[in-house]
């Protein structure tokens, strides 16, 4: 008797992300990193209030720039119309907004994304310090079809994101 044919199916390989698809990865990778070494320095059951200062304070250990409560104005027509007050600042290219609590924050990302939006910054970072730390990364789409077309993304200093 034969043995039965095995049929192996494969996915196909992911492929790899590049900075085109992922502006400003170095620096999201560092303040990732500072996240993570705060919130096992710390543990869990600190308001958002001392999180946010601590990973400032890692941030500024790890050469990394930053800036708390910024604010961002938006106006229709010359009129304010809005402001938002982004948490964390990095470098002046990244957004960090800090939340504590059991669960995650369903309304966090769409939160950040509004910053982002009024701050006109391509990345963002949410950072949940809860009984297990998680990070959810935002970038805009249209930065990254700029980049696509040769369009650099630059920080607000003027620098390419490269």
């Known amino acids: ?3 039965p044919h095995l049929l ?9 992300l590049s900075e085109e698809d992922y502006p400003f990865q170095g620096l999201t990778r560092r303040i990732v990193a500072g996240f993570f070494h705060v919130r096992w320095s710390l543990g869990f059951g600190h308001t958002e209030a001392v999180y946010r200062r601590a990973l400032a304070v890692e941030l500024e250990h790890r050469g990394i720039g930053v800036a708390q409560h910024v604010r961002y104005e938006v106006r ?13 600042v990095a470098e002046q290219a990244v957004i960090v907004e ?48 700029l980049e696509r077309r040769g369009r650099p993304i630059s920080d607000p200093s003027g620098e390419k994101s490269r």
């Open 1 to 3: 008797m034969r043995a």
């Open 8 to 16: 192996y199916m494969t996915a196909p390989r992911p492929r790899r």
């Open 76 to 88: 229709h027509r010359g009129v304010l119309v809005g402001t938002y007050e982004a948490d964390l």
């Open 98 to 145: 800090t939340k504590t609590g059991l669960v995650p924050d369903p309304s966090a990302p769409g939160q950040l994304l509004s910053y982002l939006t009024a701050a006109k910054l391509p990345v963002g970072l949410v950072l949940h310090f809860g009984p297990r730390g998680q990070v959810k990364r935002l970038v805009r789409s249209e930065y990254v079809a």
